[in-house]
């Protein structure tokens, strides 16, 4: 019985036991039981800093030592409840100092201390002044004056020197003699250079009006804008005098203004000024941002090793200021390419300045991230730069800065001095492969031999003689014309006045060719809808197959005459969107034409279906709407095909298409409207078979006077002693 209550036995004693060690929060089981557990022993730092923990019976609770109080409702509290936090007595006066002192407020305490500026002697409870003149070696520099005041201190500069109103600052020296006028400088610009020197010279004088810097911002960048406005910085010279008259100006204005950060925007410019004041230099990184650059420097930088006091950083923008093409000629070649290089300016011109005089070699260089104004990434034929705006040589400069990155929307610069900055956009000239120019050349020979027998075909075969005949022969005549001044002229970029002609030339006889197409195409539209029109008048032809081009090129010479030629060809230039003066009438007259053939084969197709007995003339309208609509596609095609190649990255895919079909328009237009015509190969074949005939005729006739010659000899006239046949 007892081995059968054993194991009873053990599990009763070990429920009793887990029993006993389930102790409520706040006890912990101690042999034999539960007891009282001590959280401030346990766990020493519950309560916080500034606190102390006192245990209670299965609980404990905080208290705040002197000079702090708790952010829990109750002074005993628990880490739950809050924490303690220090007591501000001076700013909740529940104290009060004697009439020398001042109440300065510590961590859990407070003190009744003398004013800045003043201090107290040992022993001595009252405060005396602090000569800071005498305390202090060097305290206002060389070129002020130190004046010991109660309680402060004032740097008297001397003449020629300022501390821009700031009389505890080290003095710098003033060059009021930046701001003169010269001769060459511009109306707006002089009077601009007179406020400055006014306030320049204010500043040399303790006693003068010292302005507000905002005021003085304000005028700087309302008379830069309205120089910007009517374009008054054309030249290389007077924008030297800009840009140089705004570097200077920032450096009067900056230590002037009153806040940390200003920002002003007109209509063409965007300033941000950043200014720090204090006893000791600034440190860390400013970044300035404009809508179009960032600027990126230390105030280690900004401030330079002889600190005066303040240090500050400004980023100027211009949204238009362009600059004439003199302005490239110092740059030379970025890399060796043969050929000129176009220079462009793809962001705004931006203006860094900095308090730190010391800017021409910087030891940590500047960061400017610019934004592009045309979105465009590098390729062989184009390449970006980072340069500044050199003032002595009146152009922009790359030395000195460098390119970090650059992709399609923007460009970073580093750059070791500071300045007035851009990025620049080198177009290389791409040289044509000797494939293409061969290609061209090779098929603009064949296809000006085949558009002078299409000329000679359509002018004297009397069968084909018609409108459409008409149509073809002066479509013929312009292709000739072009494809002949083309070839002997596309290239004549060295003179300007001869590639201007050539390019209005062409302008003229391609677009011509075109508006001779689309009368192809009205003319197969009355013959086959309107059945009883089928004849065009020949002046209206004329009208609209050189008068509408010829209307076209003067509009666009009147509107755009620098238009017309380019760097590389005598062809309409890419810039302003000029090259649609052609594809836009060109784009018209292809989708006029392509609605003309359609509505042209679908009655052809319904003629067919109804089994039209005369055959005969529907197959030669067909016949001349299947050459027409081959036509428009090869010719149309082809400056399809030029137009993509004609955007800022053209596939070579697209080169050759459009180089091989431009070649050989000529070729095309005798293989559609001669050889596959079934009237003029009889007239070929005729012509042929006579000159054949005549050939014969004239060999038999040449063997019969042979032969009579033989049979009757020479006879000798005796008067004059010739022989005859």
Same mark, same amino acid.
């Given at each position: 019985m007892e081995l059968k209550w054993t194991p009873l036995l053990f599990c009763g004693l070990f429920l009793l036991s887990s029993a006993s060690r389930n102790c409520k929060i706040g006890y912990k089981y101690i042999k034999p039981g539960c007891d009282d557990e001590n959280e401030c022993v346990e766990n020493p730092n519950i309560c916080g800093n500034h606190s102390?923990?006192?245990?209670?019976? +299965?609980?404990?609770?905080?208290?705040?030592?002197?000079?702090?109080?708790?952010?829990?409702?109750?002074?005993?509290?628990?880490?739950?409840? +809050?924490?303690?936090?220090?007591?501000?007595e001076c700013a909740e006066k529940t104290f009060q100092c004697s009439e020398h002192?001042?109440?300065?407020?510590?961590?859990?305490?407070?003190?009744?201390?003398?004013?800045?500026?003043?201090?107290r002697l040992r022993g001595d409870p009252e405060c005396e002044d602090i000569d800071e003149c005498a305390d202090v070696a060097d305290l206002c520099g060389s070129h002020a004056n130190c004046n010991n005041t109660q309680g402060s201190y004032s740097c008297i500069c001397h003449r020629g020197y300022s501390n821009y109103g700031n009389n505890q600052s080290k003095c710098i020296e003033m060059n009021c003699e930046q701001f003169n006028e010269t001769h060459h400088t511009p109306e707006k610009l002089r009077s601009l250079l007179s406020l400055f020197m006014k306030r320049c010279e204010s500043l040399n004088d303790p006693d003068g009006d010292h302005r507000l810097g905002e005021e003085l911002l304000e005028n700087l960048f309302t008379s830069a804008d309205e120089m910007l406005s009517e374009g008054n910085l054309a030249?290389?010279?007077?924008?030297?005098?800009?840009?140089?008259?705004?570097?200077?100006?920032?450096?009067?204005?900056?230590?002037?203004?009153?806040?940390?950060?200003?920002?002003?925007?007109?209509?063409?410019?965007?300033?941000?000024?950043?200014?720090?004041?204090?006893?000791?230099?600034?440190?860390?990184?400013?970044?300035?941002?404009?809508?179009?650059?960032?600027?990126?420097?230390?105030?280690?930088?900004?401030?330079?090793?002889?600190?005066?006091?303040?240090?500050?950083?400004?980023?100027?923008s211009y949204k238009d200021l362009n600059t004439s093409r003199d302005s490239f000629s110092g740059l030379g070649r970025i890399s060796q390419v043969e050929g000129n290089i176009t220079y462009q300016l793809n962001s705004r011109v931006v203006t860094a300045v900095v308090s730190?005089?010391?800017?021409?070699?910087?030891?940590?260089?500047?960061?400017?991230?610019?934004?592009?104004?045309?979105?465009?990434?590098?390729?062989?034929?184009?390449?970006?730069?980072?340069?500044?705006?050199?003032?002595?040589? +009146?152009?922009?400069?790359?030395?000195?800065?460098?390119?970090?990155w650059s992709n399609s929307t923007h460009t970073v610069?580093?750059?070791?001095?500071?300045?007035?900055?851009?990025?620049?956009?080198?177009?290389?000239?791409?040289?044509?492969?000797?494939?293409?120019?061969?290609?061209?050349?090779?098929?603009?020979?064949?296809?000006?031999?085949?558009?002078l027998l299409c000329i000679l075909t359509f002018r004297f075969c009397r069968s084909i003689q018609g409108t459409r005949n008409s149509i073809h022969l002066h479509l013929s005549v312009c292709l000739f014309i072009a494809d002949l001044v083309f070839l002997c002229g596309i290239s004549s970029t060295y003179n300007k006045g001869a590639c201007t002609f050539v390019a209005g030339l062409l302008h003229f006889f391609f677009l011509a060719a075109f508006c001779w197409m689309l009368l192809e195409g009205v003319q197969l539209y009355r013959m086959v809808v309107l059945v009883f029109q089928t004849t065009l008048k020949h002046l209206y032809m004329y009208a609209v197959g050189y008068g509408a081009p010829l209307i076209i090129v003067i509009i666009s010479t009147i509107a755009y005459p620098q238009g017309y030629g380019t760097d590389r060809h005598c062809w309409l230039s890419l810039d302003g969107n000029f090259i649609w003066s052609f594809f836009a009438p060109v784009c018209i007259i292809i989708i006029i034409n392509s609605f003309f053939f359609i509505i042209t084969v679908w009655k052809l197709a319904e003629k067919f279906s109804s089994l039209n007995p005369d055959l005969s003339k529907l197959r030669t309208i067909r016949g001349f709407t299947v050459t027409a609509v081959a036509q428009l596609c090869v010719l149309g095609g082809m400056w399809v095909f030029g137009c993509?190649?004609?955007?800022?990255? +053209?596939?070579?895919?697209?080169?050759?298409?459009?180089?091989?079909?431009?070649?050989?328009?000529?070729?095309?237009?005798?293989?559609?409207?001669?050889?596959?015509?079934?009237?003029?190969?009889?007239?070929?074949?005729?012509?042929?078979?006579?000159?054949?005939?005549?050939?014969e005729k004239r060999y038999s006739e040449f063997s019969t006077n042979q032969s009579s010659n033989t049979q009757h000899p020479l006879q000798s006239d005796q008067s004059t002693r010739e022989s005859k046949i």
């Open positions: 102390q923990c006192i245990n209670t019976n +299965g609980s404990y609770y905080c208290n705040c030592n002197e000079g702090f109080r708790s952010t829990a409702s109750t002074t005993n509290f628990t880490a739950i409840d +809050g924490q303690c936090e220090d007591i501000n002192l001042v109440c300065v407020n510590y961590i859990g305490k407070y003190a009744c201390e003398c004013p800045r500026g003043y201090r030249d290389s010279e007077t924008l030297s005098q800009f840009l140089g008259m705004v570097e200077n100006s920032m450096h009067l204005i900056g230590p002037q203004l009153k806040e940390p950060v200003t920002r002003l925007e007109t209509h063409n410019t965007h300033a941000v000024v950043a200014v720090m004041r204090g006893e000791t230099p600034p440190i860390g990184s400013v970044i300035l941002s404009t809508d179009s650059a960032h600027f990126n420097t230390s105030w280690e930088t900004a401030a330079g090793k002889s600190y005066p006091g303040f240090a500050f950083a400004a980023l100027v730190n005089p010391e800017t021409k070699h910087l030891s940590d260089p500047v960061t400017l991230v610019f934004k592009h104004v045309q979105e465009r990434a590098e390729s062989k034929g184009m390449y970006y730069s980072c340069v500044y705006w050199n003032e002595t040589q +009146g152009a922009w400069s790359g030395r000195g800065c460098v390119r970090a610069c580093s750059c070791s001095h500071l300045s007035s900055f851009a990025v620049l956009m080198a177009l290389y000239p791409i040289k044509d492969t000797f494939a293409l120019v061969l290609i061209t050349r090779v098929g603009l020979v064949l296809s000006l031999i085949c558009l993509f190649l004609f955007q800022e990255e +053209g596939t070579q895919v697209m080169l050759y298409l459009f180089t091989i079909l431009n070649s050989l328009q000529g070729a095309l237009m005798f293989i559609l409207h001669c050889l596959l015509s079934k009237t003029v190969r009889e007239e070929y074949c005729k012509l042929i078979g006579r000159v054949y005939t005549q050939k």
